[in-house]
């Protein structure tokens, strides 16, 4: 479980994040959305300590992340972010295998691990050897979300991972992601600017805006039930 308590963070003069509370049950699908500057991005990085907080607290199942080695707690979350930056001098294997190796699995268990997260995002074992300029972007993606599966973290945090590839690759990893959350029931914090994007893969939504949520959610209350103005300006304007 993940909980914010009274979270505020600004840079400068500029409030980012006010006062948050928020807890996202273990096993939940959270999707945040909201305008550009709205905090989206800033919270999520607060869950794995790459921005700290002003005040408040943020805990990974009742401990206060302050207290955590920040470089342990990263490798024991899942990132994956937009084009999600595969080291380009590293084959797909190593790739996948960078974090288990930083943990120090056994070989036979990088293999099996590797292999296995391969199939899981429907890839060919044949790229394992392959680079990353020489993928698709769609490939790409699948790549980075089996590296950030790799050491099967209970918590994977994502950042508008499908903003850079076509429609077509974006509809079948948007479906591949949501068959992998009900096979894995991790907790998934996934930020998008998309609308639609957010209704079809939350189990809830968060709808965020000047660092205040404006209302939260199953896809269905959104869509439905708008709690204010901004969240049925955004219903309206994407046509969803």
């Known amino acids: 479980m993940i909980e914010f308590r009274q979270v505020c963070k600004k840079y400068e003069n500029t409030i980012i994040i006010e006062n948050l509370d928020l807890t996202i049950p273990t096993g939940e699908f959270l999707t945040v959305i909201g305008s550009s500057g709205s905090g989206k991005t800033t919270l999520m990085k607060m869950i794995n300590g790459l921005v700290s907080i002003d005040s408040g607290d943020v805990l990974i199942d009742g401990k206060s992340i302050a207290d955590e080695d920040l470089i342990e707690l990263r490798r024991r979350i899942g990132y994956a972010i937009q084009g999600n930056i595969l080291f380009p001098h ?15 699995y056994p070989q036979e268990d990088i293999e099996r691990i590797v292999y296995e997260k391969l199939d899981m995002i429907g890839l060919s074992h044949e ?11 769609g490939q790409q993606q699948r790549v980075g979300i089996a590296r950030a599966l790799a050491s ?18 974006r509809y079948q990893v948007q479906n591949e992601l949501k068959q992998l959350h009900r096979q894995l029931k991790n907790t998934i914090v996934f930020i998008t600017h998309d609308i639609a994007e957010a209704l079809k893969l939350g189990t809830r ?36």
């Open 90 to 104: 590293l084959t797909v294997f190593e790739n996948i295998a960078y974090v288990l190796r930083l943990k120090q």
């Open 127 to 137: 790229i394992a050897t392959m680079f990353p300029n020489a993928l698709s972007g």
């Open 152 to 169: 099967n973290p209970d918590i994977l945090l994502m950042d508008e991972p499908f903003g850079a590839v076509d429609a077509i690759t």
């Open 205 to 240: 939504v968060m709808v965020l805006d000047e660092g205040k949520i404006q209302q939260i959610g199953t896809p269905d209350e959104i869509r439905l039930h708008p709690k204010n103005e901004f969240v049925e300006r955004l219903i309206v304007l994407s046509g969803v």
